[in-house]
């Protein structure tokens, strides 16, 4: 069987969403993702709102909740009936994220194998044939076929193979 690695950040699970909805709940705003299409979330906030960013992502419940992406579900259980799909998630970054990411992934991904949950820094240590990611530093330093799962902050990258939504990975691995 062939390997599928998968981000769980942005391609699962919606981060920038569920950041944005904090962050103006917090301030009052109502940014959207639209109004950050590429760029970065840093680049569109004053310093104050970086370092509530970074809190956010820091305390320990932050990914215990974050919504779903749309046939995320459906689309990875028929990849694991034909392919080894493995969870890969940056966790390095947040320490206090492991937890939480895992029961994420165990009550919203049941019939994935916990044994699947890669928890790294660098994705170039992944032995996989494919690795959907929407950071283009994992897909430079991987070794398989990196597929760019599109997000405001890569809008402007090239030089992968882009899927906008699940359906589109359903078109190239479930013929």
């Known amino acids: 069987m062939q390997r599928i690695a998968v981000d769980m950040d942005e391609v699962m699970a919606d981060a920038l969403g569920e950041l944005l909805a904090r962050y103006n709940r917090d301030n009052g705003t109502s940014l959207q993702k639209s109004d950050i299409a590429g760029k970065w979330l840093w680049q569109v906030l004053p310093p104050s709102g970086q370092k509530q960013i970074d809190a956010y992502l820091q305390n320990k419940d932050f990914f215990e909740d974050l919504p779903v992406f749309p046939d995320s579900q459906e689309v990875l259980q028929q990849l694991s009936q034909c392919y080894e ?61 990196g597929i760019l799962f599109t997000s405001p902050h890569n809008l402007k990258i090239q030089g992968f193979r882009r899927v906008d939504t699940w359906q589109d990975i359903a078109k190239i691995f479930l013929k």
């Open 85 to 145: 799909v493995f969870i890969a998630t940056a966790a390095m970054a947040f320490p206090n994220s492991f937890g939480a990411k895992y029961r994420w992934l165990r009550r919203h991904f049941p019939f994935l194998d916990p044994r699947h949950f890669v928890f790294c820094g660098d994705k170039s240590i992944l032995n996989a044939e494919f690795l959907i990611d929407d950071m283009p530093y994992n897909l430079e330093a991987f070794r398989g076929e």
